[in-house]
């Protein structure tokens, strides 16, 4: 069963038996987490700030808090992925292609890396440009569907589906700003506030 499924009440066919590890015999391996669950441990654990969605009422819903949060309806934001803008076209927002001028960087991910809680990111979401040089703020739309075990995986995956051209720029956000953060020890740091909108697809 889902993680997000057990905590959400959701009902699946699928069980998962959980058997704490220290009840467990002493030469028995320990029981391995499903990767939603080991996601979430290791992306909370980095900063990173989850809200898991059971359809795409609740993405809107969330991305809209998330604004209300931030007091950012009107602020322009940086988007290269064009299928974002017809997905929140109801927020009607301030799209910029400069990069001083946003408050923060809608994108979507290639995967979701449960091993340590990062998200794998290439050209297809942020083009030729680095980390560093785009806003500090991230909001980024992900489906249950990419969770992946590791960065390998996440690699073989996006060889696969990119028959005709492998995209460049592949690197991961795994460090993420939490609200002690905010002094001159991060500047010049890659590391962002990120919000991980999650839809529900499996």
């Not at 988007?79 to 109801?90: A, G, P, S």
């Not at 927020?91 to 809680?117: A, P, R």
Request: aromatic fraction near 12%; proline fraction near 2%.
């Amino acid at each position: 069963m889902s993680f997000f499924s057990k905590i959400f009440g959701k009902k699946s066919e699928k069980t998962e038996e959980h058997i704490p590890n220290h009840e467990r015999g002493k030469y028995m391996p320990e029981v391995k987490l499903p990767v939603d669950e080991r996601f979430t441990i290791n992306f909370k654990a980095n900063g990173g700030k989850f809200l898991y969605c059971e359809n795409m009422e609740e993405i809107t819903q969330s991305f809209n808090a998330i604004l209300d949060e931030n007091d950012w309806h009107n602020d322009k934001v940086f988007v290269i992925d064009k299928r974002l803008t017809e997905l929140f076209k109801d927020f009607n927002i301030d799209k910029t292609q400069k990069l001083s001028e946003s408050s923060y960087f809608l994108s979507t991910c290639e995967y979701l890396i449960s091993d340590d809680g990062s998200l794998l990111i290439s050209s297809n979401q942020i083009a030729e440009k680095k980390l560093i040089e785009l806003p500090d703020n991230f909001i980024i739309y992900a489906t249950t569907s990419q969770f992946v075990e590791t960065i390998g995986e996440g690699l073989k995956g996006i060889k696969a589906k990119s028959k005709q051209k492998i995209p460049t720029n592949i690197t991961t956000i795994k460090h993420f700003k939490t609200a002690d953060d905010k002094d001159f020890l991060t500047y010049g740091s890659s590391s962002k506030n990120l919000y991980l909108l999650l839809l529900e697809d499996l």
